[in-house]
């Protein structure tokens, strides 16, 4: 399967270490085979140079010019909207959720074990009247008489 995510510039990406973890980028030039210039001026990430090893290439790709100004990336970020794209996608509610669940206090969890266990109740008794309505079908066509097969043509001796 062929790679689908360059570094390049104009590619959107999401730290994934240091101060500014966890915020969007876009990757401005190529400082060398381990090193990007990245700015993010919608999320407060500053014009700088990070690893590569730092950053998640994410499926976004802004059109600009090579190298860029900050207010140029500004521009063409909010003309491509990459705030709402990047709430819709799946990889944004996964870190919504990652960040919800390890912001659960003891009683979150323990409130959400109860919700959890009364719902694998109700899924249990309605999976099991529903497997005893199909038993009562199936042995209730069974009752019933098959239709007879036509008789195979008799062969001449």
Same mark, same amino acid.
Request: aromatic share 8%; with cysteine.
């Given at each position: 399967?062929?790679? %689908?995510?360059?570094?390049?510039? =104009? *590619?959107?990406?999401?730290?994934s270490d240091g101060p500014n973890?966890?915020?969007? !980028? !876009? ?21 700088? =140079? ?17 190298? =860029?100004?900050? *207010? ?82 008799? %062969?001449?001796?």
């Open positions: 399967m062929p790679f %689908k995510r360059f570094v390049e510039t =104009g *590619r959107v990406a999401l730290i973890k966890g915020k969007l !980028c !876009c990757i401005v030039d190529i400082i060398n085979q381990t090193r990007a210039l990245v700015d993010g001026p919608e999320t407060g990430v500053p014009r700088q =140079g990070l690893r590569l090893n730092q950053l998640h290439l994410t499926k976004f790709r802004l059109k600009f010019p090579y190298t =860029g100004s900050t *207010r140029v990336v500004r521009k063409a970020w909010k003309d491509a909207k990459l705030d709402e794209k990047w709430a819709e996608s799946k990889w944004a509610r996964k870190v919504d959720a990652k960040k919800k669940r390890a912001e659960l206090t003891d009683f979150d969890r323990f409130k959400l074990n109860n919700a959890r266990s009364i719902r694998n109740k109700l899924r249990t008794t309605a999976f099991l009247h529903l497997k005893r309505l199909n038993k009562k079908s199936k042995s209730s066509k069974k009752d019933a008489k098959p239709a007879k097969k036509p008789a195979a043509p008799k %062969k001449a001796k």
